[in-house]
T-cell receptor, first 113, second 112 residues
Framework: AQTVTQSQPEMSVQEAETVTLSCTYD???????LFWYKQPPSRQMILVIR??????QNATENRFSVNFQKAAKSFSLKISDSQLGDTAMYFC??????????FGGGTRLMVKP | NAGVTQTPKFRVLKTGQSMTLLCAQD?????MYWYRQDPGMGLRLIHY???????AKGEVPDGYNVSRLKKQNFLLGLESAAPSQTSVYFC???????????FGPGTRLTVL
């Protein structure tokens, strides 16, 4: 069974600072996809960033970047210049080809002014 | 372009009642999914569909049925609701299995 582990249930960061959220996963496959989704208080699930396992280059989207360590099965999310609107639950998710998307338990991030 | 919409947004049922949740997408996606999210947890897959007329079980399918008669619609049914089915239900769609999933706004269901 696929497993995704987010070891930090809650984190906080000061506005304008940088924070890193951790995620590890378990797989024996070589081809898969990894995601970070954000869920603000509105409850809407929003894609933050997507990484294809065969690509060695880490994905980036503006202030959001990942550190993808394939051998270690680690996929952390770095948020730079944190903003109050980044306050949300963040879910790491993983899918192997032909399988189902599996979510981690989430990390609640609070950005403090 | 409305994306993914869900009907209704809220619903309260009594134990044993039945209901159907409707999901619609206008992005011509092949894949559609139903998830449930319980307090403080991530999403768990109930059922999914890889195309019109097809459905498959996810991680937590018991007590639910689904149908995909039209490509743009994916229905989730509860035949006899139980308090354990109190949850927030999300529908999602994607172009292929490894692509971004687009989510609806969710339906909060309470079973008394």
């Amino acid at each position: 069974a696929q497993t995704v582990t987010q070891s930090q249930p809650e984190m906080s960061v000061q506005e304008a600072e940088t924070v890193t959220l951790s995620c590890t996963y378990d797989t024996s496959e070589n081809n898969y996809y990894l995601f970070w989704y954000k869920q603000p208080p509105s409850r809407q699930m929003i894609l933050v960033i997507r990484q294809e396992a065969y690509k060695q280059q880490n994905a980036t989207e503006n202030r959001f970047s990942v550190n993808f360590q394939k051998a270690a099965k680690s996929f952390s999310l770095k948020i730079s210049d944190s903003q109050l609107g980044d306050t949300a639950m963040y879910f790491c998710a993983f899918i192997e080809a032909g399988n189902m998307l599996t979510f981690g338990g989430g990390t609640r991030l609070m950005v403090k002014p | 372009n409305a994306g993914v919409t869900q009907t209704p947004k809220f619903r309260v049922l009594k134990t044993g009642q039945s209901m159907t949740l409707l999901c619609a997408q206008d992005m011509n996606h092949e894949y559609m999914y139903w998830y449930r999210q319980d307090p403080g947890m991530g999403l768990r897959l109930i059922h999914y569909s890889v195309g019109e007329g097809t459905t498959a079980k996810g991680e937590v399918p018991d007590g639910y049925n689904v149908s995909r008669l039209k490509k743009q619609n994916f229905l989730l049914g509860l035949e006899s609701a139980a308090p354990s089915q109190t949850s927030v239900y999300f529908c999602a769609s994607s172009l292929f299995s490894g692509d971004e999933q687009f989510f609806g706004p969710g339906t909060r269901l309470t079973v008394l």
